[in-house]
């Protein structure tokens, strides 16, 4: 299901050199159908028979990959304070909002697909219905905006919502009948998460401040003065999805985001049947590299590469100048197969996620293999 969520524990223990977390109820019971493949490790306290399962640092790791990235569950970690016995939430997590699991996600992995979230608010104006949605990727920090009116099935809103491929969405709080509910429906076929928030959170009355903190530095002096700024009903939704994550709360995020307009005209429309009738992703379980065309055409050695061709076959492209300088770069490699073979087995097999990397080391959460994998792409 697309709306439960998973609460963990982490326990400090006097016994062991490292902490130890435990689930329970049925989370516990969870844990021990998808991890551990057996109820045997299930044990009950108190009178109350509580179902609870315990998870080495290895487990809970595999676990919470498992949960965020491919059954697309929230999840919320809690530690024991030993003085007042009272538990306290040190990390939440979403498929869309994966900042505070960053490091154990992809610490020593790379992130082979983006995590986006997007925002949605539905508006009247001149008398016809217009869609205001918002885009982040906050590992990469990215925000992007669009606005345009649309029909009673929503049709260029899951056009949109293909092209970004977004984990989650957060809408208004109390909109479940009406025009939301028919969104809501998109958001179930495209399996995105659903995430409601106050209504009071879809506003500008700070938006010009908060992006003049967070953007980087641009011509413009000012957000106000930017071309973005005249999608409105987008705007609302940049608001909500700064809120949602947090962004003001880590000032290393200040000056390092990235804001652009999104458009519906420049690929081809596709909508979930689409993309699934065409086999263009792999579906949920599917493991084998075959199951899908991603999965065949993915020899990309780096994750930026992953991403980047993921985000191509969602975004056909319909300018015939853009599309032949593409496939002149394909057709350089064809022809030169040393080129080829060289990029792939000497160069860009060595080539880290620099953006997660940067997005560490700026944090100052980088590790010593961190900076050795910077020093040798970078001495190449």
């Known amino acids: 299901s697309l ?83 009272t538990w306290v939430i040190i990390g939440k997590a979403s498929p869309g909002n994966l900042q505070q699991f960053e490091d154990l996600l992809f610490g020593n992995n790379d992130m082979a697909s983006a995590a986006g979230v997007v925002a949605i608010k539905i508006a009247q104006s001149d008398g016809s219905r217009v869609v205001g949605i918002a885009y982040a990727d906050a590992t990469l920090r990215q925000l992007g905006v669009c606005e345009f009116a649309d029909n009673d099935q929503f049709s260029n809103l899951e056009s949109l919502l293909v092209q970004v491929g977004p984990k989650e969405c957060v809408l208004p709080a109390g909109d479940a009948s009406g025009e939301y509910a028919a969104v809501r429906q998109v958001l179930n076929r495209s399996r995105i998460l659903v995430t409601d928030r106050k209504r009071n959170e879809f506003n500008t009355k700070d938006i010009v401040q908060d992006l003049n903190r967070l953007l980087k530095s641009t011509s413009s002096s000012s957000a106000a003065s930017l071309p ?59 493991r084998g590299a075959g199951c899908s065309l991603l999965g065949l055409l993915n020899k990309c050695r780096t994750a930026q590469g992953q991403r980047l061709l993921a985000q191509w076959l969602k975004q056909p492209l319909v300018d015939q100048n853009k599309i032949e300088e593409r496939l002149n770069l394909v057709e350089t490699l064809m022809h030169n197969a040393e080129l080829r073979q060289s990029l792939q087995e000497e160069h860009l097999k060595k080539i880290p996620d620099f953006c997660r990397l940067a997005k560490r080391i700026q944090r100052q959460k980088a590790s010593l293999q961190d900076l050795v994998r910077v020093y040798q792409a970078v001495r190449r």
């Open 228 to 286: 973005e700024m005249d999608l409105q009903h987008a705007m609302t939704s940049v608001a909500a999805l700064i809120k949602y994550l947090e962004l003001l709360t880590d000032e290393s995020n200040f000056g390092q985001v990235t804001l652009k307009a999104l458009s519906l005209e420049q690929y081809v429309k596709l909508d979930s049947a689409a993309v699934r009738a065409l086999s263009l992703l792999p579906s949920e379980g599917e």
């Open 3 to 85: 709306s439960l969520s998973l609460s963990v524990l982490l326990l400090p223990s006097p016994c062991l050199v490292q902490d130890y977390y435990t689930v329970h109820g049925p989370d516990a019971l969870f844990a021990a159908k998808n991890v551990f493949h057996t109820m045997g490790v299930v044990k009950y306290w108190g009178s109350q028979k509580l179902p609870s399962v315990s998870l080495s640092k290895m487990n809970f790791e595999s676990m919470v990959r498992d949960l965020l990235l491919v059954r697309q569950y929230r999840m919320e970690l809690y530690r024991c304070q030993p003085k007042s016995q």
